[in-house]
């Protein structure tokens, strides 16, 4: 087990590249998820390296246990006092069907048995709603995914 040993003899600095790793890890991964836990190892680390400075000895039950707490505060703290996410300006900035309710569009091929394409500038767009004939203009109520809810206009 060379492994095992080479890790047992680093000691209190497992906690250090441990916590370089996880902070490492949260500039690669998007989102706020290991920082924290990064952070904590690091504490950690800085609290056993400082109890051996003065002849404490931690051992690593202990040291698990302390990261638990310090993790555990940590995100407690993050979720109690950090302002809230802001809300976007534009909720529908990447559901475009969203976008289009309220517009009027050309309806291309005819809406028959409840399914059509409709024109809204130079893109066509399936449609689903009352029977149309191709030519006449139908309101959009809604949207289904890609699929725009008609009515006549």
């Given at each position: 087990?060379?492994?095992?040993?080479?890790?047992?003899?680093?000691?209190?600095?497992?906690?250090?590249?441990?916590?370089?790793?996880?902070?490492?890890?949260?500039?690669?991964?998007?989102?706020?998820?290991?920082?924290?836990?990064?952070?904590?190892?690091?504490?950690?680390?800085?609290?056993?390296?400082?109890?051996?400075?003065?002849?404490?000895?931690?051992?690593?039950?202990?040291?698990?246990?302390?990261?638990?707490?310090?993790?555990?505060?940590?995100?407690?703290?993050?979720?109690?006092?950090?302002?809230?996410?802001?809300?976007?300006d534009?909720?529908?900035?990447?559901?475009?069907?969203?976008?289009?309710?309220?517009?009027?569009?050309?309806?291309?091929?005819?809406?028959?048995?409840?399914?059509?394409?409709?024109?809204?500038?130079?893109t066509?767009?399936?449609?689903?709603?009352?029977?149309?004939?191709?030519?006449?203009?139908?309101?959009?109520?809604?949207?289904?995914?890609?699929?725009?809810?008609?009515?006549?206009?």
């Amino acid at each position: 087990m060379p492994l095992i040993d080479f890790f047992a003899g680093l000691g209190v600095w497992n906690w250090v590249f441990l916590g370089l790793a996880l902070c490492a890890l949260e500039a690669l991964i998007p989102g706020v998820h290991f920082l924290w836990f990064g952070l904590s190892a690091l504490a950690v680390g800085a609290v056993a390296m400082i109890a051996q400075a003065v002849g404490i000895e931690i051992t690593w039950p202990i040291e698990l246990v302390l990261f638990a707490l310090v993790s555990i505060a940590a995100v407690y703290a993050v979720r109690r006092f950090a302002p809230p996410e802001a809300k976007s300006d534009v909720p529908d900035l990447n559901v475009r069907g969203a976008q289009l309710i309220g517009r009027t569009a050309i309806v291309e091929t005819a809406i028959s048995g409840g399914r059509g394409r409709v024109r809204i500038g130079d893109t066509l767009w399936p449609a689903k709603g009352p029977d149309l004939p191709a030519g006449s203009s139908a309101r959009i109520t809604g949207a289904d995914d890609t699929v725009l809810i008609v009515d006549r206009a």
